[in-house]
Nanobody, 125 residues
Framework: QVQLVESGGGLVQAGGSLRLSCAAS????????MGWFRQAPGKEREFVAA????????YYADSVKGRFTISRDNAKNTVYLQMNSLKPEDTAVYYC??????????????????WGQGTQVTVSS
């Protein structure tokens, strides 16, 4: 049974930082591209960042580029999202997801096979 468990969310003031973690089990972690998505109340889910199996290539949404960093530790089956210079508009539930050999664009949630339950990030102004 595949499980993706996010942690590290919380309440932070604008300009602050948080580090999200996603621990994976039940899958061959280093065979999966890992991604982070977010969904704010009343809005559609949107792509945040992704990292390839070996960690050598990363992708970011324009809205987080330069502020967020995705990384992974294949020995620990964990993917991270370091979020700096947080803004109130970053408030959302953040989900990690696992993608395997999908033809869909990296930024599309359609291509991700497994999803975590989400962790809430709230940025106050």
């Amino acid at each position: 049974q595949v499980q993706l468990v996010e942690s590290g969310g919380g309440l932070v003031q604008a300009g602050g930082s948080l580090r999200l973690s996603c621990a994976a089990s039940g899958l061959t972690f280093n065979s999966y591209t890992m991604g982070w998505f977010r969904q704010a109340p009343g809005k559609e889910r949107e792509f945040v960042a992704a990292i390839t199996e070996s960690g050598d290539t990363t992708y970011y949404a324009d809205s987080v580029k330069g502020r967020f960093t995705i990384s992974r530790d294949n020995a620990k089956n964990t993917v991270y999202l370091q979020m700096n210079s947080l803004k109130p508009e970053d408030t959302a539930v953040y989900y990690c997801a696992a993608r395997y050999l999908s033809p869909s664009p990296m930024t599309s949630g359609v291509g991700y096979r497994y999803w975590g339950q989400g962790t809430q990030v709230t940025v106050s102004s």
